[in-house]
């Protein structure tokens, strides 16, 4: 078996060929950009299956980089159960190194610096918003891409210094479009999509095309529609509820990060699994089916 071309916090990448890669999604999780030593077990699936879902449901707005992620659509090296349902198959991209960040909602960051400045990254809001509000139009902050630590949040404006008035504003036009297009796909299923990211790239014709995870519970803020009251620290079937955990028990953001309790790793691989099944209708056991996870082949 080959060794991966690079590591990520989440996941493996791998060569196929020149202009191929394969993507593996782990089951680590990590929170403030920590990787937590307790795993999720089957996040990477539902990570793998949420993205294949959003990948398909956006395709008209913008290409994306899947080419396979079924046994038989990978090499034969991954045709295995190790493999099965976390794997995709893409093309390889020229990665533009910057995250596009969709915020419909007033959370994590943007709530933080709205308390202090009234503003997020260079966006001035309206005054008496609570935590939890939905602003008045969704907007798009950009952040620059660490290899380690923590991305950085900066204004439209200096994003477009670094990377081109042009590619910054289609790429705005890009995010808020997409997630558009998923707020409405979640809102019917009585979900918010309160705030994403999104990562791009060039192929070698120049397109701008959408690659890596895409509206997943790691790159996504998901509440209940049911339970989301503005003020209060919304109910979410995402990470923050292990960043809840982790506050709650005093760790302070530095590695290593402690242990995950059995009840926080049950109750966090439900809501990665609730919010899949929620949004896609589809059941996750019909994912490992169709994925043949467990099968002999």
Known sequence: MQKPIAHGKVREIYANGEDELILVASDRISAYDVIMPTAIPDKGRVLTAMSRFWFSVTRDLVANHVLGLTRDELPEAFRTDEFAGRTMRVRRLEMINLECVARGYLAGSGWR???????????????????????????????????????????????????????????????????????????EAGIILADTKFEFGHDTSGTIVLADEVLTPDSSRFWPHDTWTPGINPASYDKQYVRDWLDASGWDHTPPGPELPDAVVTGTRERYVQAYERITGHTFDDYLEEMHVGAQL
């Open 113 to 187: 610096e709205y308390q202090e400045t009234g503003m997020v990254v260079g966006h001035r809001l309206p005054e008496g918003l609570r935590l939890g509000d939905r602003l008045p139009e969704p907007i798009f902050t950009p952040a620059t891409k660490a290899t380690s630590g923590h991305d950085e949040n900066i204004t439209i404006e200096d994003a477009a210094a670094q990377f081109g008035t042009e590619l910054v504003a289609e790429l705005e036009a890009l995010t808020l479009a997409i997630y558009a297009r998923a707020h409405a796909t979640s809102a």
